[in-house]
């Protein structure tokens, strides 16, 4: 097992992988970035792949790793707080209120830090990531909106020490986050932020540009989508309007191969070792979902409170039958007709889980399906792949024989 002394000179020796070269996680790698970097020197310790250690790093990251017979805990991770919250006045083109950005602004206005790693997107494509350093507002804004291609954040993170920076905020994802927690001894800073949003099935250009031909009514206007609360796909297009499709009508058959085997190998849906969680599902349509888990995201929210309206989090509904149909249903590539489609996805809005009932509905959804994969797939790794909060998830649900 690598060294990871603070300060250490090794990873200077280190060389970044070259393009298309084959990475060490091999088929399981969600280009992160790390093995962009000399940094790849700890990739073996480092990788969330290679080396899972999410209880290790909590302790690490929040001083205290999270209690299983806490159910909340064992769902969403080490948390001081959750919250429901939306911007009192929205930032025009954000993909929800804006929240994430506003944090990144106040925190890089404030002095607190001196830059934020941030991901906008290439002059050619919108949903081509392009991962920077931003020390200007504007810079922030310009990486507005979800990018949910594989990203590899972490290539900046040479740049990061040769600047001389030392207070630095990283917007990231959970692989990159763990990675990024283990190697932050490394990068000779005062004061580290981490501010997070879950994450789940993210897939390469090429899977993105299938899912939006097979998926979308006009797939060439898409600014951004989410897989929502009510049950339905919310695609944005470029003239504002708003298309949903159910997700009972998604073509599964043509869709289950498009995530990439990372997303499908995951079980840090709530990024775990963030200081800060922004996301929506756990919050009521229309609002976003914040989780803090130590002090620096209880610091991070205070910049922003005074433009922020809140409620808490309610929770409501009973998931688990849902998800126990849709074990089978998702393994068999089972589609609905449209119309069936539709009228299912009206009824599940009014009578299914809502809250932190569909948060956890989501979790185990993704979690039953993923601890499949990995059983089928890399069966040597499932023992030690799968964080024990995720063994106790999934046991609770009746899974198809391999």
């Known amino acids: 097992m690598t060294s990871l002394t603070p300060n250490s000179a090794k990873h200077k020796q280190a060389r970044a992988l070259k393009p298309g070269a084959i990475r060490p996680a091999k088929e399981l790698c969600s280009e992160c970035g790390l093995c962009d970097t000399y940094y790849i020197h700890y990739v073996k310790e480092a990788c969330a792949f290679l080396n899972q250690q999410v209880a290790k790093l909590e302790q690490q990251a929040h001083g205290r790793s999270r209690n299983l017979d806490n159910p909340d805990d064992c769902y969403f991770g080490v948390n001081q707080k959750m919250t429901a919250a939306r911007k009192i006045k929205p930032i025009e083109g954000a993909q929800w209120t804006g929240i994430v950005s506003t944090i990144a602004i106040e925190m890089l206005n404030s002095g607190k830090v001196e830059g934020v790693v941030c991901v906008q997107n290439t002059k050619e494509?919108?949903?081509?990531?392009?991962?920077?350093?931003?020390?200007?507002?504007?810079?922030?804004?310009?990486?507005?909106?979800?990018?949910?291609?594989?990203?590899?954040?972490?290539?900046?993170?040479?740049?990061?020490?040769?600047?001389?920076?030392?207070?630095?905020?990283?917007?990231?994802?959970?692989?990159?986050?763990?990675?990024?927690?283990?190697v932050e001894q490394q990068l000779g800073l005062e004061k580290l932020y981490v501010l997070g949003t879950p994450c789940v099935d993210n897939v390469t250009r090429a899977g993105l540009q299938k899912f939006l031909e097979t998926t979308s009514h006009s797939p060439e206007t898409?600014?951004?989508?989410?897989?929502?609360?009510?049950?339905?796909?919310?695609?944005?297009?470029?003239?504002?309007?708003?298309?949903?499709?159910?997700?009972?009508?998604?073509?599964?058959?043509?869709?289950?191969?498009?995530?990439?085997?990372?997303?499908?190998?995951?079980?840090?849906?709530?990024?775990?070792?963030?200081?800060?969680?922004?996301?929506?599902?756990?919050?009521?349509?229309?609002?976003?979902?914040?989780?803090?888990?130590?002090?620096?995201?209880?610091?991070?929210?205070?910049?922003?409170?005074?433009q922020l309206e809140t409620q808490p989090v309610t929770s409501k509904g009973d998931r688990k039958q849902a998800v126990q149909q849709s074990i089978p249903a998702y393994d068999q590539g089972v589609t609905l007709p449209m119309w069936a489609a539709k009228m299912m996805g009206v009824v599940i809005e009014k009578i299914g889980p809502k809250g932190l009932e569909y948060a956890r509905f989501s979790i185990d959804s993704h979690f039953t399906r993923n601890y499949l994969y990995v059983k089928r797939n890399h069966p040597e790794k499932l023992e030690a792949h799968v964080p024990d909060y995720a063994k106790r998830i999934v046991e609770q649900y009746k899974l198809p024989d391999s």
């Not at 392009?130 to 507005?144: H, V």
Request: hydrophobic residues 45%.
């Open 222 to 306: 898409v600014v951004h989508y989410e897989f929502m609360q009510d049950f339905r796909v919310h695609f944005k297009h470029e003239d504002g309007s708003i298309e949903k499709v159910p997700f009972f009508g998604l073509n599964t058959k043509e869709l289950k191969d498009v995530f990439a085997p990372s997303c499908m190998s995951c079980f840090d849906y709530v990024n775990s070792l963030a200081d800060l969680v922004v996301g929506y599902m756990g919050a009521p349509f229309g609002w976003q979902w914040v989780v803090v888990r130590n002090n620096k995201g209880l610091e991070m929210l205070d910049m922003v409170q005074n």
């Open 125 to 182: 494509d919108r949903f081509a990531p392009m991962p920077i350093i931003a020390r200007t507002p504007e810079e922030i804004l310009a990486a507005r909106v979800n990018k949910p291609t594989l990203s590899p954040n972490l290539s900046v993170l040479e740049q990061v020490e040769k600047s001389g920076m030392k207070r630095l905020l990283v917007i990231g994802v959970g692989c990159q986050i763990q990675a990024l927690r283990t």
